[in-house]
């Protein structure tokens, strides 16, 4: 038994009292179940269920074995309906568990042939979402202890308590990207850009990664001068892939050439950052592909970048004429979550705030929830 699910089936039993559990499957229960999906169970899973089949933990309910509405098979036949697969396809989730949030805790049977490799994602049925949060059955089992003997459990949720959630996620399974980005986004809320950059940038050195952890923390690297870190994010971004990747990555080969090259040129050593353009001349689709080229141009001659494009119809902040008070309505907006980094780094009307001011100190301010 690993030790994440005995420290999981010790806390359940040590709180069975307060807990609502059904009895324990039985084997041919259990076997009726494999039978019906062609297929074993993660033993992990398949050990739980003999110590209680399905019932209400703190992370969510447990699903029961079964065919019936409410247990794994049917689970699993509804999936295949929205995905319009068929029920026996071997690839198909395998969920386990529906979180208060709505979402299905589910193993990934398409990573691999051996059950008790699967990883577990986190399925959104209304929107089809699916995103890798656990490695590991046992690195679930360990998250959802270390959460449930924390002296967070059962706290109001707040910025820090989501901090500390994500912290302790990242000390279970140092290599899922998921958890890295939680937090990614709670530091760059506390106001610790540096540190958020960071997180994002180890949550895009996963495997698999979240594609779109590298744009954000290019957008903070420019944004706070770090040169080493947005030459990291920006050639990630600019490796070759098919147009569909950029969707995942929530930007365009021309929002990233934007943005890296104001930074690339006050490095003073810009050859290195013109072969990445190329790259993201090669990837720009028709109707970007001229502008990235400009970019580049200008990168190898020196000579002025094309102007940006303005990102909505009328600037979000209008400028003024004293620039400090601009300045100070830019800062307020973007505490107020209305002015993002695409604002500070592509909004064409904030160029003479870029040239004055370090609009990097807007992220170092705290924003709770």
């Known amino acids: 038994m690993h030790r994440g699910v005995r420290q999981f089936l010790k806390w359940v039993g040590a709180n069975r009292a307060t807990l609502t559990l059904n009895p324990p499957a039985s084997n041919a229960e ?23 089949n399905g019932g209400d933990l703190p992370v969510g309910k447990m699903l029961p074995v079964g065919l019936e509405p409410g247990t794994i098979g049917a689970a699993v036949r509804d999936y295949a309906e929205a995905v319009k697969k068929d029920f026996l396809d071997p690839e198909l989730l395998l969920p386990f568990c529906e979180t208060a949030e709505g979402s299905l805790l ?38 959802c202890v270390s959460e449930w003997e924390s002296s967070d459990f059962g706290a109001e949720f707040t910025l820090d308590v989501y901090l500390r959630k994500g912290e302790r996620h990242v000390s279970v399974e140092p ?19 540096e540190e958020s950059m960071r997180a994002y ?3 895009a050195r996963c495997v698999p990664p979240l594609p779109w952890c590298d ?9 706070i001068d770090k040169r080493a870190e947005a030459y990291e994010a920006s050639s990630r971004l600019a490796a070759r892939a ?16 934007q943005v890296v090259a104001p930074l690339a040129r006050r490095t003073g050593s810009p050859s290195r950052w013109v072969r990445m353009l190329s790259q993201l001349e090669e990837a720009a689709p028709d109707d970007e592909r001229d502008d990235v080229h400009a970019i580049r141009v200008a990168m190898e001659t020196g000579g002025p970048f094309p102007p940006l ?9 209008p400028p003024m004429e004293d620039l400090d008070a601009w300045f100070e309505a830019v800062r307020r907006s973007y505490h107020a979550g209305v002015l993002r980094d ?7 009307s904030m160029a003479p705030l870029r040239e004055r001011y370090p609009l990097g100190d807007c992220l170092r301010a705290r924003r709770d929830f």
Request: glycine share 4%; with cysteine; net charge negative.
């Open 215 to 223: 744009w954000e923390a290019l957008k903070i690297a420019v944004l």
């Open 309 to 317: 494009d303005p990102l909505r119809e009328e600037p979000i902040v």
């Open 342 to 348: 695409e604002d500070l780094l592509l909004e064409p």
């Open 242 to 257: 098919p147009s569909a990747a950029w969707e995942k990555r929530e930007t365009s080969p021309l929002w990233v050439a």
């Open 30 to 52: 259990l076997r009726a179940l494999e039978q019906t999906l062609g297929g074993p169970l993660p033993s992990d899973l398949r050990l739980i269920l003999t110590r209680f």
């Open 201 to 203: 940038l180890a949550a």
């Open 106 to 143: 589910a193993f990934d049977r398409s990573a691999g042939p051996v059950s008790d490799t699967w990883p577990i994602v986190d399925y959104y049925p209304d929107t089809g979402e699916e995103r890798m949060i656990h490695r590991t059955m046992d690195g679930w089992c360990q998250t």
């Open 175 to 193: 290599d899922v990207a998921t958890a890295y980005a939680s937090v990614a986004h709670a530091r760059k809320r506390a106001g610790m850009p």
